[in-house]
Nanobody
Framework: QVQLVESGGGSVQAGGSLRLSCAASGSIFSINVMAWYRQAPGKQRELVASITNGGSTVVANSLKGRFTIARDNAKNTVYLQMNSLKPEDTAVYYC???????????WGQGTQVTVSS
């Protein structure tokens, strides 16, 4: 099993920055991919960015240039750096992991990000 704990959410004005952290514990050596998703009120959950064990990253096209994902293997932590934040970035941000085993995926509890204009 893999457990995920997010931190770093909060309220910020438009144009500001936040860095979210996701600390993994448990069977961390079984993790293949870690990712950030977000869900705004009344909308479906969407992929924000992902990073593989090998360090390959994917960022949603609409967020490229503002959001970056990185990992610190020594700390078993994945980060989401969010710059030039906009009100439409307001959402609950969830950490997600795909790992070898059953059930093979885990979600964090979510962290709220609120961007005011």
């Amino acid at each position: 099993q893999v457990q995920l704990v997010e931190s770093g959410g909060g309220s910020v004005q438009a144009g500001g920055s936040l860095r979210l952290s996701c600390a993994a514990s448990g069977s961390i050596f079984s993790i293949n991919v870690m990712a950030w998703y977000r869900q705004a009120p009344g909308k479906q959950r969407e992929l924000v960015a992902s990073i593989t064990n090998g360090g390959s990253t994917v960022v949603a096209n609409s967020l490229k240039g503002r959001f970056t994902i990185a990992r610190d293997n020594a700390k078993n932590t994945v980060y989401l750096q969010m710059n030039s934040l906009k009100p439409e970035d307001t959402a609950v941000y969830y950490c997600h992991a795909l790992w070898r085993g059953v059930p093979g995926l885990s979600w964090g509890q979510g962290t709220q990000v609120t961007v005011s204009s």
